[in-house]
C-alpha cells in the first residue's frame, strides 16, 4: 500500500459516512467489552484538544458518551493486538520501547488538516486529511516492529475520536447533534509535536491511553 491507496481508502470511508448522514435514524452504544491493545499514537495540540473536549460537555447535555480530553485524545499511528480482555504484558511493552530506543528514526514532518465531523452509529470523528510524512511515519514504525514479529497494524485513517454514545439516540438527538456540529469549528491544522507509545483501556464507560514512552518529533 502506498500514500495514495492509504488516502483513497480513508476517503471512501469519511464519503460513506457524509453520504448516510441522512440515513441515520438512531445511535447505539458501541460494543466494545473491556478492550485495549497496544497502541503508538500522535498527540496535538493543547488548543485542538481542548476544543474537542469542550465539543464532547454540549454532546454529553444531547446523549451520554464516553468522554475524549486532554488526556486520552489522539490519532492513531498503530495498534497491536487489540481485542477484548486485553491485559497488557510488561514483556512486550519493554520490547517495543527497546526497538525504539535501539534504533534512529527519522521522522518526517507530520501535518493534518482536519475538516468536518462525522457521525456513525456509535461514534463521532473529526475527519482528518495528512501529508504524506504521516504515511511514511506509520509506514516506517510499522516495518521496524514487524522485523521484530510485533504485528502491529495501519489505521483506517488520520480521523480524531471525538466521543463514543453510551446510550442508543433517538432520530431527534441525531438532529441536535448535527445543528451542535454545524454551528461548531472543525477546521484545524495539527503539527503533532508527540508520539506515545503504551496500551489502551476500554471499559465502557471510559477510555484510557496508558502511556510508557513519549518522544518529542517537531
Known sequence: MNF???????????NELRCNADLLDNLYPHD????GG?????RHSHS???SIEKLNKKINEIIPIMKYDRT??????ATYLAKDNF???????????HIFDGNTIAFEKIKICY?????DKSAMILAGNPNAGFFNNCDNIIK???KENLLFEFPWGAHITVCRFIQNGSKKQIEELYNLINESKALYESTPMYIDIGYNENNGQEFKLNVYKRIKID
Open 4 to 14: 495514495s491507496d492509504y488516502i483513497n481508502r480513508q476517503n471512501a470511508i469519511y
Open 32 to 35: 466494545f467489552i473491556n478492550r
Open 38 to 42: 497496544y497502541i503508538i499514537a500522535l
Open 48 to 50: 485542538i484538544t481542548d
Open 72 to 77: 486520552n485524545i489522539h490519532t492513531t499511528i
Open 87 to 97: 491485559i497488557p504484558d510488561e514483556r512486550i511493552l519493554a520490547k517495543i520501547i
Open 115 to 119: 475538516s468536518d465531523y462525522l457521525i
Open 144 to 146: 521496524l516492529l514487524h
